[in-house]
């Protein structure tokens, strides 16, 4: 009883501290990284909101594990060292300390295991409802964003570093023409590629696709609050891999409609009924 007690909190110590030193030196700013960061940026979609959570337990679990290792290493070291200990052991094996150290790292994984699917699900699951689609191509060294059920694209650029100072954002992650989605709707993005491997990531969406040539792959989120939330492209995709920053702009309803109206008039395409060449025309050999 006496143990389980000390367990239990020391358990809440290092819990209450580590997750406190975490939340003070992680990035204060929404959507982009700070100097010295430690832990994730701000969670502002479900699933951020889980992996964070996954983050920190297994944080805490590891911590313990290590601090039980290194007393033991301490014990060793004390109890057993050549003057302590002048006449040494010759017990050669145990069979309680062999079963416990195979059951309880299995153990160990187990616990660790469940909650790693459970994310692994919402991360792949859609949700049944999904209220905005986008599909992103990624091209070296940019992106194209098409909103499919508004009839529009357009392509996002990196600002030049006297853009960005000009515009207030940070330079490598601001982009001419952000990602605009509503808040509290679900997302789906759809990812590809049209030359080499690429990748789509926003930290704090919790997000990471890779972006194949010639096959779609899809992920969601939910964000929860207006702001701009900044990524990168992550997969080395050559010489301008630096420069190919992301940045999605979660705006509320009404603001985002506005948006959309505007973004029609503005990305709208020509219309694909339109003929360059009168078919019936016949052309002499």
Same mark, same amino acid.
């Given at each position: 009883?006496?143990?389980?007690?000390? *367990?239990?909190?020391?358990?809440?110590?290092?819990?209450?501290?580590?997750?406190?030193?975490?939340?003070? *030196?992680?990035?204060?700013?929404?959507?982009?990284?700070?100097? !010295?960061?430690?832990?994730?940026?701000?969670?502002?979609?479900?699933?951020?909101?889980?992996?964070?959570?996954?983050?920190? &337990?297994?944080?805490?679990?590891?911590?313990?594990?290590?601090?039980?290792?290194?007393?033991?290493?301490?014990?060793?070291?004390?109890?057993?060292?050549?003057?302590?200990?002048?006449?040494?052991?010759?017990?050669? #094996?145990?069979?309680?300390?062999?079963?416990?150290?195979?059951?309880?790292?299995?153990?160990?994984?187990?616990?660790?295991?469940? $909650?790693?699917?459970? *994310?692994? &699900?919402?991360? @792949?699951?859609?949700?049944?409802?999904? @209220?905005?689609?986008?599909?992103?191509?990624?091209?070296?060294?940019?992106?194209?964003?098409? &909103?499919?059920?508004?009839?529009?694209?357009?392509?996002?650029?990196?600002?030049?570093?006297?853009?960005?100072?000009?515009?207030?954002?940070?330079?490598?992650?601001?982009?001419?023409?952000?990602?605009?989605?509503?808040?509290?709707?679900?997302?789906?993005?759809?990812?590809?590629?049209? @030359?080499?491997?690429?990748? !789509?990531?926003?930290?704090?969406?919790?997000?990471?696709? @890779?972006?194949?040539?010639?096959?779609?792959?899809?992920?969601?989120?939910?964000?929860?609050? $207006?702001?701009? &939330?900044?990524?990168?492209?992550?997969?080395?995709?050559?010489?301008? #891999?630096?420069?190919?920053?992301?940045?999605?702009?979660?705006?509320?309803?009404?603001?985002?409609?506005? !948006?959309?109206?505007?973004?029609?008039?503005?990305?709208?395409?020509?219309?694909?009924?339109?003929?360059?060449?009168?078919?019936?025309?016949?052309?002499?050999?």
């Amino acid at each position: 009883m006496l143990a389980r007690n000390i *367990l239990t909190g020391a358990t809440a110590l290092v819990t209450s501290v580590v997750v406190s030193v975490t939340e003070v *030196l992680a990035n204060p700013q929404t959507g982009q990284p700070a100097e !010295w960061q430690l832990g994730f940026q701000r969670a502002v979609t479900p699933v951020m909101e889980s992996i964070n959570t996954l983050h920190n &337990y297994v944080l805490i679990l590891i911590t313990l594990i290590s601090l039980f290792i290194l007393a033991l290493l301490i014990f060793v070291a004390v109890r057993f060292n050549a003057k302590s200990n002048p006449n040494p052991s010759q017990v050669t #094996h145990n069979t309680v300390i062999e079963v416990l150290w195979t059951v309880v790292p299995i153990l160990i994984l187990v616990v660790m295991a469940i $909650p790693s699917f459970k *994310l692994l &699900y919402l991360q @792949d699951t859609f949700p049944e409802h999904v @209220d905005l689609n986008i599909k992103a191509t990624a091209y070296q060294w940019f992106w194209t964003y098409e &909103y499919p059920d508004e009839g529009f694209e357009f392509d996002a650029f990196k600002l030049e570093a006297e853009e960005a100072e000009e515009v207030g954002e940070p330079y490598l992650l601001a982009v001419d023409t952000k990602v605009v989605v509503p808040v509290g709707k679900v997302v789906r993005v759809q990812v590809t590629s049209a @030359d080499v491997i690429h990748a !789509w990531a926003v930290p704090a969406l919790g997000v990471k696709m @890779d972006a194949y040539p010639g096959r779609l792959n899809e992920l969601w989120f939910q964000v929860n609050e $207006p702001g701009v &939330y900044y990524g990168q492209c992550s997969e080395l995709c050559g010489q301008g #891999h630096a420069f190919m920053p992301i940045a999605v702009e979660a705006m509320l309803e009404a603001e985002y409609e506005v !948006w959309l109206n505007e973004a029609r008039e503005e990305y709208a395409r020509i219309g694909e009924n339109i003929r360059v060449a009168d078919s019936n025309l016949s052309v002499a050999k």
